[in-house]
């Protein structure tokens, strides 16, 4: 497999506070690959890096062969790497259809066209009875789903999924998997972050483990559960 | 295209607006010159606060400066007029880059600089007033002293000109008013209006979806001020003379935003009713004051700060919204 995505040496503080401290690891095309970590470990600052809301202090981010590093937020989307936000926030005034038909017009001119597209994804998220809803008048799992549609309707070739489970009842959770799985297999690369260890066994081909900003261990999540390592420093704390 | 026109508009819609369009079209021969004169003022407001729309009600960028685009407009067209002998509309095609121009540098300083917010309001503030102290001190256009657009008797209206009797002016503006409004019908449903609605929500959400926000908030300033410019060609001709100290006032700017605000920010009808609402009850009233012999200076400020009041604290999305609810007309779109 190549790689679709390969960080080097990854590193951003913030004052004293070494949030990620030289993170390399790759993912390759057409993984499902999960980093986990305790509460402050980095994860959604490696994210933040990786999507171009921050920029590293050094290192490489290297996506489809080019380096993404130092580019706007909006230049990685239009590169094809597209992100969901722990703390959700679709466009709260608008309804749920429009949510969608923004990202969609990304790389479609015509409104109709990228309407129609929007209904396609709307659909596969369980979400097309509730298109002409105002977004912030949804659920939490609703939102975080409408999140992930207009994230897909930008055409990404990576997904990066910041706690989409977290919160969810373990129906939801079940439902989310499978939508996860579909999406994988159709050939879409993604990147996720998770607290839900059930979810991550479920999923994950790859799993690297985050501690206080450094990369711990890496592996598939079998070979992750047994390492001494993380069961002391994550695993040991939380229940699996 | 008349299908595209239509696109949009209900069936429950189009009854209302055809009949509100024939009123409109018909006013001239079932009003005096007095009503006529407000109606023309009031579709002035509704003009310019439907520029200013677009900038505030559709990409969320607070502008409470919009008197440098119709100053400068004003500017251009009496200056060229009365200068060179150019007529008003080859002086709004010259206004339209001047006011563009100078919304960009607006632009391109505060979105380079990240000035955004309540700063970008008062940077908005700040160019406004620097062009009132700029032309008040400019002896090309007067100064202070101001600048005349000479009133000759025309024997017949001249609208190439825009000299003529306040039909003409009515006939004008209302041609305008209507080709703005469905200007921003078609602007706020196409690529770029989607893009500003997503900026207006949730700027860092319109990037993670590859919206270039820099870009399309450019693109909302420069329309609005060269939109905005036409209301200032228009004021120059219909008064006949700028000041500085008048056209360029952080009091025009706020009077420009009242009636969006009042009628409802970001929506199509919102900036029209609110002025025909503000401007109305504005008139009502000082008739009935001059009807009982009452004379309290201000009392036109105060009632705008009244009702202000009301919109904020009882209507926040302004009058339009909860109307259209009640007409069963309008969607989740404005
Ligand atoms: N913008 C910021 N400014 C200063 N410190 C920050 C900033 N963002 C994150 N941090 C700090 O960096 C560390 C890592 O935070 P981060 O949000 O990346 O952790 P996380 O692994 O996503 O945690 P969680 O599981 O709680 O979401 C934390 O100590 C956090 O307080
Ligand atoms: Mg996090």
């Known amino acids: 497999m190549t790689a679709l995505l390969a960080l080097s040496n990854v590193s951003k503080r913030f004052r004293g506070l070494i949030a990620v401290d030289g993170v390399s690891f790759t993912v390759p095309q057409g993984a499902m690959f999960a980093v986990i970590g305790s509460n402050g470990a980095g994860k959604t600052t490696l994210f933040n890096m990786i999507a171009g809301a921050m920029k590293p202090d050094g290192g490489a981010i290297v996506f489809a062969g080019q380096g993404v590093h130092g580019l706007t937020a909006d230049a990685v989307c239009r590169r094809g790497i597209a992100r969901t936000f722990q703390i959700v926030r679709p466009f709260p005034g608008l309804s749920v259809e429009d949510n969608v038909i923004i990202g969609a017009l990304l790389h479609r001119p015509d409104v109709t066209a990228a309407r129609g597209h929007a209904h396609e994804l709307l659909r596969r998220l369980d979400l097309f009875d509730k298109r002409h809803r105002i977004a912030s008048t949804l659920t939490l799992p609703d939102r975080k789903r409408l999140e992930m549609a207009r994230a897909l309707a930008t055409g990404p070739r990576l997904l990066l999924l910041d706690e989409v489970m977290a919160g969810l009842r373990p129906t939801e959770t079940d439902r989310m998997v499978a939508i996860l799985k579909a999406l994988n297999a159709e050939g879409l690369t993604i990147l996720l972050i998770e607290h839900v260890m059930r979810a991550v066994m479920a999923l994950a081909s790859h799993v690297l483990v985050l501690d206080h900003g450094v990369a711990i261990a890496e592996g598939s999540p079998e070979q992750v559960a047994r390492d001494p390592a993380v069961v002391q420093s994550y695993l040991g704390v939380e229940t699996v | ?334």
């Open chain 2, 1 to 334: 295209m008349m299908a595209r026109l239509t696109a949009g508009v209900t069936r429950r819609s189009a009854i209302p607006l055809a009949l509100l369009l024939a009123a409109l079209l018909a006013a001239p021969w079932l009003v005096n010159d007095y009503l006529l004169t407000m109606l023309i003022i009031i579709l002035y407001f509704g003009y310019a606060g439907q520029a200013w729309n677009i900038m505030m009600g559709f990409a969320g960028q607070l502008s409470l400066g919009h008197a440098l685009y119709l100053g400068l407009g004003g500017y251009v067209a009496a200056t060229l007029f009365t200068r060179f002998g150019i007529g008003p509309w080859l002086g709004f095609a010259v206004a339209i880059p001047v006011a563009s121009a100078a919304g960009a540098i607006i632009g391109f300083l505060a979105f380079r600089f990240r000035v955004a917010g309540i700063y970008f309001a008062i940077l908005t503030i700040a160019f406004a007033e620097f062009a009132r102290i700029g032309f008040d001190n400019w002896d090309y256009v007067h100064a202070s002293s101001g600048l005349f657009v000479p009133v000759k008797q025309y024997a017949h209206n001249n609208p190439w000109l825009l000299r003529g009797d306040p039909t003409m002016f009515y006939y004008v503006i209302l041609g305008a008013t209507v080709l703005l409004f469905v200007l921003c019908h078609f602007l706020v449903r196409s690529r770029v209006g989607y893009f500003w609605l997503a900026i207006r929500e949730d700027e860092t959400a319109a990037r993670a979806a590859g919206i270039d926000t820099f870009r399309y908030k450019m693109i909302a300033v420069v329309v609005s001020a060269a939109m905005t410019s036409f209301a200032g060609v228009f004021y120059a001709f219909f008064y006949n003379n700028l000041f500085p100290e008048q056209v360029f006032s952080i009091f025009r700017s706020v009077e420009i935003i009242l009636g969006p605000i009042i009628g409802g920010i970001g929506t199509l009808f919102g900036p029209i009713l609110g002025a025909f609402v503000l401007k109305g009850l504005a008139e009502a009233l000082s008739s009935v004051m001059t009807a009982f012999g009452i004379d309290l200076p201000g009392v036109t400020q105060v009632f705008y700060g009244v009702c202000l009041l009301i919109v904020v604290v009882a209507l926040p999305d302004g009058v339009w919204p909860p109307l259209a609810r009640l007409l069963g007309i309008g969607r989740s779109k404005p």
